[in-house]
């Protein structure tokens, strides 16, 4: 295994160091390690490239001169090989190093960590000093999260099993657009191919291992997509108007879009996604809340309420 | 998170990246660069080994890469070919750009030119990447009131927070001495004794209002700590929306069936949290919250009668 592994980095020390296309024959007759017959060679290096290619060196095919046809070179473009963010300063790798410690223990910790041992390669110290205090964490461990990020850098459709509202179970198949949390969930948000419209699901109701698909991949994501500014804008579809008791509901108060001073109480207004889930928001908050409108919804409350007191009497 | 490749490509890469890292950290120890790699010493041993073996065509003295690293401290010359460090994969600045995500509202309000700099560390990296703008990572609790816990579990300082319980729909203060961050469902908690309650509690830090340093003597724990909250068993009956009541009482959904059991420290979480399925579900056991629940589910009924 030593032996291929010397090979691969040979050929990319090669490949990488010349300046001029060089040819399988070049390949074969200076860098070491291509032995045996001419088609064991050929395979050898056809495997070594898709190797490479794997570790995301790209080998260049080209040749000397476009005027004639002679036979077509490899070599590695260092502009393509190198990492290259301009000139970083301390601070800069401080603050990649904090982006990077917070995956710890978390799905993408393994290419975080990678990550910085290349960036720390740069010969920049990192300057700690300059920086407050902080270790925030990101909270995903979910298994299909590295799946899921990968396919959407690919253009590649997933599969997964979904938890419906009544606890089934539902094959779905999407093209995945993004991932972001929103509210300590995460959410991954793209076209759902049976459904051939927009949906977003929560990554903790996957209740399967999620694949991908080569089928159907290299689709568009649209540029202007946001999936936060997507979620926000279905939350704010509604309006609401509920008196709230002074001193009481502060998740209420926190989320309202207006507070008016009504002696003993406030009234606010707030948005919401749907009315189960402010007739739930409500019922949390007891007889400190009252809704005042819309009606519909407060008739609805009415016989919710009703529901709880018959199921408890 | 899984081990270090020790695969043919994995170890290729990690002897690719090993190059510029040794050409920028000249004498490390030996058990460092193992554990800046997350290998066992005798692993680096054997990719150095094999490092010293690669080199420019002709592969002689002068074009072979010159290691060495038999006195523990492990040096390398002759390899500018590979000295850049590569170029990051489309994975590892996914990893960096919602870690920079996090970081930049994670910031302290005071820390402006800091979340300048990172802004434009994401939009480097993202012109670099197929998925500009689609990552997004937003922390539950404001970066002031985290760096400033944050610098007191280092100090080990009491610390007086405004703390909103959502059970009893209060905002408090109280004088705590903060033991640990944890992880539970999600959200992240402070560990701390708290003096008003003499005991450990844990707070939700996307509950914490504010936080700053207390003059108040801190608590010392001289024993190791541990979680002495009272449970208080009830019993469930889902009638509707079974999801819902799976996630919001944290059952399992192998256990979702017929009567449900589960567990709470509190009889007000309790009793609101099953006024808030709003008919869905059925609280069983104990016979005292389900009288909470008749008696407030009358309550509300009236107010909307008579408003």
Redesign the interface.
Known sequence: ??R???R???L???L??TKRYLTKNQIFA???GYEGSAEAKERMFERDKD?LR????AIELGSFDPLFEDEAGYRIA?E???????AI?G??IA??S??????K?AA????????L???????VDSDLD??????????ATHAGF?VI??A????ERISFSY?????KSELRTIEP?????????WYVAGRDISKSAMRTFRL??I?SEVTTSKNGSGYE?P?D????ASLALEQSAHIARVDIRK?????MRNASLSIEDKGEWDQITINYLDS?SL???L??????V???APESL?ME??D??????D??? | MSKPSQSSLGRTARLLDLVPYLASHQGIALSHLAQDFSVTEPEMIADLTTLWMCGLPGYTPLELMDLSFESGFVTIRNASTLSNPRRLSEEEMIALLLGLDLVIESLPSEREDLRVIAADLVARLSSRVSVPTKLSAKPSTPGSVRAVIQDLLQKRGALEILYHSSYSDTVTSRVVTPIEFREENNFEYLWAFCQRAGGFRSFRLDRIQSAQLSQMPTYEPESPVQDKAATISYTLRAHSRPRQIMERFGIDKSDFAGDLPAASFSYEWIRRSILACSGSVELVQPASVRALILHSGRAILERYKAG
């Open positions: 295994m030593s291929k592994i010397e691969l980095i040979n990319t020390i090669a990488l160091a200076s860098v070491e190797d794997n570790l995301g060196v260092p393509g090989y190198a990492l290259d963010l301009g300063t601070t800069e603050l990649l904090l982006a990077a410690e917070a995956w223990g993408l910790d393994q290419s975080a960590q990678s990550a041992t290349k960036l720390r390669s740069m010969g300059a920086l407050p205090a902080l270790a925030p964490r990101l909270m590295q990020t990968t959407i850098s690919k253009r938890l419906s509202e009544s606890l657009y993004a991932i972001a949390t929103k509210a300590s969930h903790d109701r209740d994501i540029p997509f946001d999936l936060l001193g009481k509901a502060h998740l189960r007739i739930d928001l019922l949390w908050h007891g007889d400190d009252l809704l005042i407060r409350l009415i919710r309420v009703q529901e709880i007191i199921l408890h009497v």
